[in-house]
């Protein structure tokens, strides 16, 4: 079974002011129009979003690599207390 990388494993992420005061985090994603994730009351709290998004996205993808603990299925390491 060939192992495919997570969809946001190349995404590239910036913060985007809004009209309104507000802060949105672009999310690109190659080959596919960017997504906005909002509303962000400052720019650091986009920020912050963007790291915790690059963080599961780098646990989820390291979870489902096929060099994962050993014995351990997804639907095992889903259904355990992070």
């Given at each position: 079974?060939?192992?495919?990388?997570?969809?946001?494993?190349?995404?590239?992420?910036?913060?985007?002011?809004?009209?309104?005061?507000?802060?949105?985090?672009?999310?690109?994603?190659?080959?596919?129009?960017?997504?906005?994730?909002?509303?962000?009351?400052?720019?650091?709290?986009?920020?912050a979003?963007?790291v915790?998004?690059?963080?599961?996205?780098?646990?989820?993808?390291?979870?489902?690599?096929?060099?994962?603990?050993?014995?351990?299925?997804?639907?095992?390491?889903?259904?355990?207390?992070?």
């Amino acid at each position: 079974m060939t192992q495919r990388p997570h969809p946001h494993a190349e995404a590239t992420y910036r913060v985007i002011p809004s009209g309104d005061g507000a802060f949105a985090a672009e999310v690109s994603i190659p080959e596919t129009y960017p997504a906005k994730v909002s509303p962000f009351a400052t720019e650091a709290d986009a920020e912050a979003w963007i790291v915790e998004q690059k963080r599961r996205v780098q646990a989820q993808s390291q979870r489902n690599s096929p060099f994962g603990r050993p014995g351990t299925s997804v639907a095992n390491r889903r259904s355990r207390p992070e």
